[in-house]
C-alpha cells in the first residue's frame, strides 16, 4: 500500500488516466478510429478517389456497379476557366474537375479526330460512335475562333485567347498519357454512378462535425447551468431543474425535427439543433457535483478570501467536475452521430448533394432486398463503427479516471 501511494503521488491526475486507457485494448482500438476519421475528414478531397466537390461527379452510364468494377475514362477539357476556391472550401467542400468525364469502350485514331465508342454496360456493348477534335480534348478552347488542321497539323485558339499550333502526334500521345485513364471503383458505384468509397469518405467530415459542434455547445450550456443550479440552489435551482424536466420530457429526434424546421434544413441549422439537445445530462450530472463540491472546505476558504461566485464556480470547482463531463461528451458524441443520421434519413439533415451516411442509407434502402445490399449496408457499417469507437473510448474514460481506483497505477 506504501508503495502505491508513493506512486500516486509521483504521477499526475492525468497521466495515471492515460497510463490506464493505454491498457485498456477496446479503447484504444475505439481511438484508433476516431484518429483515422479525423485523418480521412481533415485530409478531404486530398485523399478522396473523387476529390469533386461533395464527391457528387456522376457518370450515370456506370450507376450501382459492384465492388471492384474498373472502366476507361475519356477527359475531355471543359471550354472554360478554372474557378478560385478558398482553402476552406477547397477542404470542406471540394474542386471541381476542370474535364468532363466520358466512360468509353473502345476508341481510335482517325486523323485530328478521336473517335470512340461509349460505354454502355451491357454483355454487348453497342455504344454510340462519338468524334471529339484531338484540341478540344487536351485544351479549353476559343469556340468563337476556327479550328483548322493542314499538314499534320492543328491551329486553335484556347480560352485565354492564345493561338497554338502543335502537330497531330504529339497531342495522340498528350491523349494517351494523360485523357484517356483506366479508374478502378474499389466500393463499386452507387445509384447516380457516383464513387461509393469516395462517398463514404465525404461523409466522415459531416459525422464528426455534428459530434464536436453539438458536443461543445451541449458542454457549454449544460455547465454553465447545471453549475448555476447547483451552486446557488433556490429558486435558482428550482426554475433550472423545471427548464431540464421539461426538455428532458420531450423525445430528442422530436425536438431536432421541431429545431431544424424553426433553423432551417442545412449543415450548420444540424449542428446546433443537435447540440440544442444534448446539454441536458450534463447540466444534470455538472448539478449533483456541484451540490456536494459547495460543501468543502476549499470553497469556504475562497468564500473567506472574498473570491466572487464566478471566481469560484469557474475556477476551483468546475475543474473538479470535467472528469464527468468528459466521459459523457463521449457518449454524447456517439449520440450526435446517430440522430444526424436518423436525422439525413429523414431528409431533415444536411441537404443534397452534401454526402452523409444516413442520406446514403436512405438513397439506397431499396437494394437491401436485391443483390446490391452493399449500398446500404456500408453506410451503416460506418455508421456502426464509428459509435462503437465513441462508446469504447468513453467506457475507457469512465475506467481511467475513477479517482476512487488503486488498480494499474504506474510504476514510477
Known amino acids: ?45 486530398l485523399i478522396r478517389p473523387d476529390g469533386t466537390p461533395y464527391s457528387n461527379d456522376q457518370v450515370l452510364e456506370i450507376t450501382t456497379k459492384m465492388p471492384g468494377f474498373s472502366v476507361d475514362l475519356l477527359h475531355v477539357k471543359k471550354n472554360q476557366q478554372p474557378k478560385d476556391i478558398s482553402f476552406w472550401d477547397y477542404v470542406t467542400r471540394g474542386e471541381e474537375h476542370d474535364f468532363t468525364a466520358v466512360p468509353i469502350y473502345d476508341y481510335s485514331f482517325e486523323g485530328e479526330n478521336l473517335v470512340v465508342e461509349k460505354y454502355t454496360g451491357g454483355e ?51 491523349v494517351k498519357e494523360s485523357n484517356i485513364v483506366s479508374k478502378t471503383y474499389y466500393l463499386g458505384t452507387d445509384k447516380y454512378g457516383r464513387d461509393m468509397l469516395s462517398r463514404l469518405m465525404a461523409g466522415t467530415w459531416i459525422s464528426l462535425f455534428v459530434g464536436f459542434i453539438s458536443v461543445f455547445i451541449s458542454i457549454l450550456i449544460g455547465i454553465t447551468l447545471g453549475a448555476m443550479s447547483g451552486y446557488f440552489r433556490g429558486w435558482v435551482d428550482d426554475l433550472i431543474m423545471w427548464f431540464i424536466n421539461v426538455v428532458w420530457s420531450i423525445p430528442t429526434l422530436l425536438l431536432v425535427i421541431a429545431i431544424t424546421m424553426a433553423l432551417g434544413k442545412g449543415t450548420w441549422q444540424v449542428f446546433i439543433a443537435v447540440g440544442l439537445t444534448m446539454w441536458v445530462e450534463v447540466a444534470r450530472v455538472v448539478r449533483g457535483q456541484m451540490l456536494s463540491l459547495r460543501e468543502k472546505e476549499f470553497v469556504e476558504a475562497g468564500k473567506a478570501l472574498g473570491f466572487s461566485n464566478a471566481r469560484i464556480i469557474f475556477k476551483h470547482i468546475i475543474p473538479n467536475v470535467l472528469g464527468p463531463v468528459i466521459v459523457i461528451s463521449a457518449i454524447n458524441f456517439a449520440a450526435a452521430i446517430l440522430i444526424e443520421a436518423g436525422l439525413s434519413f429523414l431528409g431533415f439533415g444536411a441537404q443534397p448533394p452534401q454526402a452523409t451516411w444516413g442520406k446514403i442509407i436512405a438513397e439506397h434502402k431499396g437494394y437491401l432486398i436485391t443483390g446490391k445490399a452493399y449500398l446500404a449496408v456500408l453506410p451503416g457499417i460506418a455508421i456502426i463503427l464509428m459509435v462503437l469507437a465513441f462508446v469504447l473510448v468513453g467506457n475507457g474514460l469512465r475506467d481511467s479516471l475513477d479517482s476512487k481506483s488503486t488498480d494499474d497505477i504506474p510504476p514510477v
Do not use: C
Open 1 to 45: 500500500m506504501a508503495q502505491e501511494r508513493n506512486n500516486i503521488e509521483s504521477k499526475s491526475l492525468s497521466q495515471i488516466a492515460w497510463y490506464r486507457l493505454k491498457k485498456n485494448k477496446l479503447s484504444m482500438f475505439g481511438l484508433g478510429v476516431i484518429l483515422f476519421a479525423v485523418f480521412i475528414a481533415v485530409m478531404g478531397p
Open 124 to 174: 454487348i456493348n453497342n455504344g454510340q460512335m462519338v468524334k471529339y477534335n484531338l484540341a478540344d480534348v487536351v485544351y479549353a478552347l476559343d469556340y468563337t475562333a476556327e479550328i483548322t488542321s493542314s499538314n499534320g497539323f492543328i491551329d486553335f485558339y484556347t480560352e485565354d485567347k492564345v493561338k497554338k499550333h502543335i502537330a497531330i502526334e504529339v497531342l495522340v500521345a498528350q
